[in-house]
């Protein structure tokens, strides 16, 4: 989120597209229910389904599933046309003026560049026009054909209401009411709130959606201010956590990348990462990248990373691919490339796509641990459950290890929401027969390598023997120790660079926040960040104040939120070029002449001055970007594309199968079906009864929705003869399942170019271990397709057949 | 010496953590089932609601999770049979229920999905104190709430019958009738019924009754203008209006939220059974048999004479015919 | 045996002695069968007034409490029900309207004055007998009927909530109607002296049979089979 749920209350607007706050995350649309409540907000809905989000909006179109970026380059048209911008946020805060190259293009629903042979696109032309002085090349009057207005102007033509129409499947007269509704929040004095969630980024192109809303949200002054911004609602507990850390195979602890083959030495590391300023006087931070790096390796190997070895890089994993996620590696499994696999806290049996292929993976290893409070069906793939898990478990010859798990109340921590905060809870109680902390399982295994190390040598056995480890108990390293390592502490006394007398942090000490970050190894700092969540003056995270004196629910003595304390980001956008707040009502921060004040952390230099350094600091520009240049994948515009498995054809380019550039295995485009065989759109959701995979294991959870269901509209069951309640087969290229359905009227076929498109609905939670009656998931259903950018499954909108079964799926 | 708890005037309340006395006493009972002359108590309460707001509803279900929680229910695993209600119905493990309800409205053209929290409405007037026949089982504070005190209770279920929104259910093997007991046990220490405290968008909220009729009048113009031109409070006058209400944006047809009735009261049948009936069979009975044993005491019994045994004897004697030879 | 003519009598009833006159009213099954329901009688209406009335509720304790009355009294009832079918099979041919009931009850003045010999000769049962039976027939059924209907531990959801409303009150007002009934046949065994033996030994005596059921003692007396003791 750039902003906080409880800043949600500030807003006049919620839209809701590509999630279902209320349905999936309850407790923060509290929020959304004060906004109406106290402000008199609005709530729109868009969404294949008319869910519970819906219940309670003032307005719902439908659309069908994958097709958002047409809805959404559609509503920018509009605004664009009906004039719907705030025009004093898009001059000075966004890169509108700036010129591209004159070798950019789009045609054909592609951009230049594309290499069929690679799928991908050569992003050579994706850029601004450099000068000599280094600086991008503006337009202020934006009559340049080459600045982005005009290209935005041109790309978003062909979205018209009966484009969208007929691609969306939504009413025109219902998308119009939206376009114009939107419109309203123009001015500065009124923001809209997107929030969204896995409805947009389980796609192919699943970045681009977000993307699309975040275009639009610039075009209405929309980010930076109170009520306002991108609101990625979360969907697990702390997963925003996991992002932060780095818990992926191509990052690093705050968002720093992981360095690849390419990159063999520090140096060769840091040369792309200069983050010169595009434009004069802008604070560009990412220039710090140095510092971040550095302190991250000290914290990683202690006195072993010196100038001289470049800080420990050596010892860093070195990327061959793009990644190693999970989508390749049960690639590789399913190939019998990998022979152990350590699953900690995940559950794909039932979470990840193709659920046939990840038991055939998973049937090739040689050991697979399980690290869970529960007993996952993953843990479990190898049991016969009848038609609920139907293997030959006699002819699987992998070893499971299960390693039983704390859950979170049975152990202290941080818990990352998802505006950020940083949430300190402590052990409610204890955990039951031999289960342990998650730490204390990993610093286990890890002493125990270490020590096999030590004693038998091996191949480059440094990443094992140079790591850092002072903790007070080798064998369990404390949530308290671990904070303070995220947090980062001074190596050296720290001296004034201005004045070298003048000790600012003696060695030893706590840092207060990432800007004490040095490069010369003198301070270490595990995610630059979270610096400011454990300093001299204790636990941040742990802080309970919940005054909010200026009522804007910025609760500043409420836990730690990062980057710095700063409740939502990009907040010097909420005010005007003189600093001045766009609405005198809602005021985060603002300019006094002098400096930023204000109940928020300003996100700029606390001297900026206004009309010198621009609002979006992380960007070298200074400004937000219409044209996001080289960083995104598959376009610098959001372009529709339409799902892998899709009913209808891309009227931009019926030749293009879903997103050009999206990430999909060989075997895995065998297994894609086709609308002649499979004329129905699945999409796959939560409900509110049930958190995953896990609380169907709660007896109270599996009582309020006991079975696996799908819902289907009352037309689709008509057509096949389908009752309410009675059980149906739902089959696609890749599986089955057996469900009973549930059929509604909140469900409705959509007409999209003159065909009739039928959405089933298939909800997660069930599986063959548990409370709850034994059931599948759309995993069994789902194609294996990763979006572009950040490789999410396409399970948002694939194909699949139902009909009526009789009995079925019997155990 | 302890003292008493405050008297909890918001869901939210967090009483204070040193012990303290209930503060539901038995003497501020006003009315207790078959049971005519209740003390007046020394006290008067001040007079509790929940109040449900519809249109801020979900349907999220965390009421019945922290129901089952807080009551220690054990509700059984059913199935789904093609709906969103589970489980389907109240039962004697489940006191609260949420209701979905598809609704076209032919006003607007408009797809709406009505959710209902169903559970006990704490009448004013309670139709199942009424009709339940054992002393004791079924009482009502002063504050409004009605509670079921399982210790009296005999299961005979007429509660069920006297009920005018159907909620009591018998338990099967503890033989008692359970229902919603709007936390009395929480508000007795100070603190707000649990659904009411895990209701994520405050859809439900608790306090006074006069406070939650002022919110309902915030929310019904919000509706209004939302264009919800109907929207209203459900208070139902009669059966004295209740400690439980809803909001409702179609507060001219309660009946389209699963049936909620437009107009309840307690039934005519159940007030002529527990009312006349009961006095005038009484009475008739008394009167008959005090009218046997008086008509015993003072009439001539009806004797058989030596005579007349005679002259059955005769009458055998002559196999059944008469002395004149009469009737055969 | 079987050519008798049994118009005004059962086939068990006879005379077993005629010096005096000894006449078998009611044979050992049919007042075991009577007396069985007779006490589920009691046992009912003791447990019913208890939930009738609250002043009455006290009652509950005779049988251990209110959960197990509640529990007993449709058993009870039950058990009545099918022990009242027993007499009803026995009886309800000699209790089928008669002309000379509608004489007997045209002078039900005489009735309570004793003036029996104003009143027309009757079989084995007389109007008022005659109505004690059919009414506690209608009401047992009715009761039996509207009983299930409530009944909440094995038939919770046999009706609807307003069925059992209306079954409830027509429960409670047949149990006013059957209490009002016995009342009239308890009373009325007393009163006619010499009855309760019928009932206890099964013998009346043959003075009491010609008072009061002239037509029946005759069709003993004329029976073959009925004159037991010749």
């Not at chain 1, 990840?352 to 641990?369: C, D, I």
């Not at chain 1, 039983?404 to 998802?418: L, R």
């Amino acid at each position: 989120m750039t902003n906080s749920w409880t800043d949600i209350k500030n807003t006049d607007l919620v839209i809701i597209m590509g999630g279902n706050a209320a349905e999936a995350h309850p407790c923060g649309f509290k929020w959304v229910t004060e906004a109406k409540h106290n402000r008199g907000a609005k709530l729109i809905v868009v969404d294949p389904r008319f869910n519970r989000s819906a219940s309670v909006a003032d307005y719902y179109a439908p659309i069908r599933p994958g097709s958002d970026i047409a809805f959404l380059m559609g509503v920018i048209r509009w605004c664009i046309e009906n004039d719907k911008v705030q025009w004093d946020y898009v001059r000075n805060f966004t890169n509108m003026s700036y010129l591209v190259r004159e070798d950019f293009g789009w045609q054909d629903g592609m951009f230049t560049g594309y290499d069929e042979e690679t799928r991908n696109y050569d992003q050579e032309s994706w850029e601004y026009q450099i000068g000599e002085d280094g600086y991008v090349l503006t337009d202020e009057t934006l009559q340049n054909p080459r600045c982005v207005w005009n290209l935005l102007k041109a790309h978003v033509d062909v979205y018209t209401p009966e484009f969208v129409e007929k691609v969306c499947g939504t009413p025109k007269e219902r998308f119009l009411k939206i376009c114009e509704m939107i419109g309203e929040c123009s001015t500065p004095d009124k923001t809209m709130t997107s929030m969204y969630a896995l409805g947009w980024t389980q796609h192919s192109k699943g970045a681009q959606n977000i993307r699309g809303m975040a275009m639009l949200q610039l075009l209405l002054g929309n980010i930076g201010v109170p009520g306002g911004g991108m609101n990625a609602l979360r969907g697990h507990s702390n997963i925003q956590g996991l992002t932060d850390v780095g818990l992926m195979s191509n990052l690093i602890p705050g968002y720093l990348a992981m360095p690849k083959d390419s990159e063999p030495d520090f140096e060769t590391y840091m040369s792309t990462r200069a983050n010169a300023p595009l434009r004069p006087n802008q604070m560009s931070y990412w220039q710090n990248y140095r510092k971040f790096m550095v302190s991250f390796m000290k914290s990683m190997w202690g006195d072993n990373a010196t100038a001289q070895n470049g800080w420990g890089y050596d010892w860093l994993p070195k990327l061959d691919v793009a990644e190693y996620d999970g989508m390749r590696m049960f690639d590789m499994m399913s190939k019998g490339e990998v022979n152990v696999y350590f699953c900690q806290g995940f559950n794909p049996i039932l979470s990840f796509p193709n659920r046939g292929k990840l038991t055939e993976a998973f049937s090739r290893l040689k050991l697979l641990v399980v690290m869970d409070p529960l007993e996952t069906e993953t843990a479990a793939f190898w049991e016969n459950h009848g038609a609920y898990n139907d293997v030959d478990s006699a002819s699987i010859q992998t070893e499971v290890l299960e390693l039983p798990t704390t859950c979170f109340a049975e152990d202290e921590g941080a818990t990352v929401n998802s505006g950020r905060w940083l949430q300190w809870h402590w052990k409610g109680a204890t955990q039951p027969g031999t289960a342990k902390t998650d730490n204390e399982i990993m610093a286990n295994i890890y002493q125990r390598v270490r020590k096999l190390y030590e004693e038998e040598g091996g191949k480059v056995p440094e990443p094992v023997l140079n790591v850092a480890w002072d903790y007070a108990d080798p064998l369990h390293p404390t949530a308290e120790e671990l904070a303070k390592e995220l947090n980062g502490k001074a190596l050296a006394d720290l001296t004034d660079p201005a004045d070298p007398e003048t000790v600012l942090r003696p060695a030893g000490q706590q840092i207060s926040g990432f800007g004490e970050l040095r490069d010369d190894g003198t301070t270490a700092g595990a995610c630059w960040i979270y610096a400011g969540c454990w300093t001299e003056d204790g636990n941040m995270m742990g802080r309970r104040d919940n005054s909010d004196p200026s009522g804007m629910g910025v609760h500043q003595n409420w836990s730690f939120a990062w980057p710095a304390n700063r409740r939502i980001l990009y907040n010097r956008a909420s005010c005007d070029l003189d600093g001045r707040p766009w609405d005198p009502e809602r005021v985060l921060i603002e300019w006094n002449g002098e400096r930023w004040v204000g109940p928020d952390v300003p996100d700029i230099a606390v001297t900026a001055n206004p009309r010198e350094v621009g609002p979006f600091i992380m960007n070298p520009e200074g400004t937000s970007r219409f044209f996001s240049r080289r960083l995104m994948r598959d376009g610098p515009f959001p372009t529709h594309m339409e799902p892998f498995e899709s009913p209808v054809a891309n009227p931009l380019n019926p030749s293009m199968r879903g997103n050009p550039v999206a990430r999909i295995f060989e075997r895995d485009l065998a297994d894609l079906g086709t609308s002649d065989e499979f004329p129905l759109v699945a999409t796959s959701y939560r409900l509110t009864e049930h958190f995953h995979y896990w609380t169907k294991h709660n007896v109270t959870n599996a009582v309020t929705q006991p079975e696996f269901f799908v819902e289907i509209s009352e037309e689709l069951a008509a057509e096949k003869g389908i009752q309410k309640g009675g059980r149906v087969r739902v089959w696609s290229n890749r599986g089955q399942v057996w469900a009973k359905a549930v059929v509604t009227r909140r469900i409705r076929p959509m007409v999209c170019d003159g065909k009739t498109i039928h959405v089933v609905g298939i909800p997660i939670h069930w599986g063959f271990k548990g409370a709850a009656r034994k059931g599948f998931g759309p995993n069994t259903l789902g194609p294996v397709v990763g979006d572009a950018n950040i490789s999410t499954p396409e399970f948002k909108a694939f194909l699949v057949n139902i009909e009526p079964a009789e009995g079925g799926a019997i155990a | 010496m302890k003292d008493l708890a405050p008297e909890p005037t918001t869901a939210q309340a967090n009483p204070p953590v040193q012990p303290m006395e209930s503060n539901l006493l038995p003497s501020d009972v006003v009315r207790v089932s078959a049971t005519s002359n209740v003390p007046q108590p020394e006290r008067q309460l001040t007079k509790v609601a929940k109040l449900i707001d519809v249109s801020k509803c979900i349907g999220c279900k965390a009421c019945q999770a922290a129901c089952v929680e807080w009551n220690d229910t054990h509700p059984a695993l059913e199935e789904n049979v093609g709906v969103y209600d589970n489980p389907h119905d109240l039962t004697p493990e489940m006191f609260t229920l949420m209701r979905f309800t598809e609704y076209e409205n032919p006003q607007t053209g408009d797809f709406e999905w009505l959710i209902r929290k169903d559970g006990c409405m704490h009448c004013e007037d309670p139709g199942c104190l009424k009709a339940c026949p054992a002393p004791g089982a079924i009482v009502q504070y002063s504050n409004g709430i009605v509670d079921f005190i399982s210790d009296n209770c005999i299961g005979c279920g007429y509660c069920v019958q006297g009920c005018p929104f159907d909620i009591p259910r018998i338990h099967k093997t503890a033989h008692v009738s359970k229902k919603c007991t709007l936390c009395s046990d929480r508000v007795a220490v100070g603190q707000g019924p649990a659904c009411a405290k895990a209701c994520p968008t405050e859809c439900i909220s608790f306090g006074t009754k006069e406070d939650m009729i002022a919110k309902a009048e915030g929310r019904i113009e919000d509706l209004k203008s939302r264009g919800y031109d109907n929207a209203g409070l459900y208070d139902p006058q009669g059966v004295g209006g209740t400690h439980v209400m809803y909001v409702l944006h179609h507060a001219d047809q309660p009946s389209l939220y699963a049936g909620l009735p437009d107009d309840p009261q307690i039934s005519p049948l159940v007030q002529g059974w527990k009312g006349p009936a009961k006095t005038a069979g009484m009475a008739v009975a008394g009167l008959a048999a005090a009218g046997a044993v008086l008509h015993g005491l003072l009439a001539r019994p009806n004797e058989v004479s030596e005579h007349e045994e005679q002259e059955a004897e005769v009458l055998v004697d002559q196999g059944g015919r008469d002395n004149d030879g009469g009737q055969a | 045996m079987s050519k008798d003519k049994l118009v005004y009598s059962a086939r068990g009833d006879v005379i077993e002695a005629k010096k005096p006159v000894v006449v078998n009213r009611y044979r050992g099954f049919t007042r075991a069968n009577h007396w069985l329901t007779a006490g589920c009688m009691v046992v009912l209406i003791l447990s019913g007034f208890a939930f009738f009335h609250p002043a009455l509720y006290g009652l509950t304790g005779l049988f251990g409490g209110g959960q197990t009355t509640r529990w007993l009294h449709p058993i009870v009832g039950v058990v009545l029900a099918v022990s009242f079918l027993g007499l009803f099979l026995q009886m309800w041919k000699l209790n089928l309207p008669r002309r000379e009931d509608v004489e007997w009850s045209r002078n039900i003045g005489d009735v309570l004055k004793g003036n029996e010999e104003n009143l027309p000769e009757l079989g084995k049962y007389n109007a008022g007998q005659k109505l004690v039976f059919w009414g506690m027939t209608v009401l047992i059924v009715t009761m039996a009927v509207t009983g299930v209907m409530i009944w909440e531990e094995y038939f919770p959801g046999l009706v609807s909530i307003p069925a059992r409303r209306v079954a409830v009150v027509i429960h409670a007002l047949a149990a006013v109607g059957s209490v009002l009934i016995l009342i009239l046949h308890v009373y009325a065994a007393f009163w006619t002296r010499g009855t309760l033996r019928a009932m206890t030994r099964g013998t009346v005596t043959g003075g009491w049979a010609f008072r009061h059921h002239r037509k029946w003692l005759r069709e003993l007396a004329g029976r073959e089979d009925g004159r037991k003791a010749e």
